[in-house]
């Protein structure tokens, strides 16, 4: 269980430390921003997909233990069963928030649009609905009586 725990704490925050990077190598001026600020409809398609991505991917990574089938595999399977989910479905929830994260933050230096900031922000603080803690893994993965 500590080795499930410790994979998905990595998952959790190495996106967040390379959106990090990117801020830092943006805002120190290492990187150009703004480059395709000029190519309106590209942003504009962009930024329609990457919105209804945000749109749709948050609600459903939240709600993503609850679903009857995942729920049964966490709580009513095997004690190894339930760990090699808890490791796939966690994975999948954090990726589901983690990279449209980086995607966002990128993009955002890329157009210099607001639009990616606000929605890279957004998943920011809703990872830490989902942050991986010891207690979180337990209780997702707790047998039901």
Known sequence: ???????????????????????????????????????????FVIATVMELLTICLIPLALRLFKFKHIHR???????????????RYGSLR????????????????????????YMAIILLLCLFFVYPSMARCVDDTLAEN
């Open 1 to 43: 269980m500590k080795r499930i725990q410790t994979i998905l704490t990595l998952e959790f925050w190495l996106p967040v430390a390379l959106s990090l990077i990117i801020v830092v190598l943006y805002e120190t001026e290492w990187l150009a921003d703004g480059v395709w600020a000029t190519d309106k409809s590209l942003e």
């Open 94 to 117: 954090l990726n589901m928030l983690c990279l449209p994260l980086l995607v966002n933050t990128l993009l955002y230096y890329l157009f210099m649009n607001v639009a990616f900031g």
């Open 73 to 87: 595999q966490l709580h009513q399977a095997p004690e190894d069963v339930r760990w090699s989910s808890l490791l």
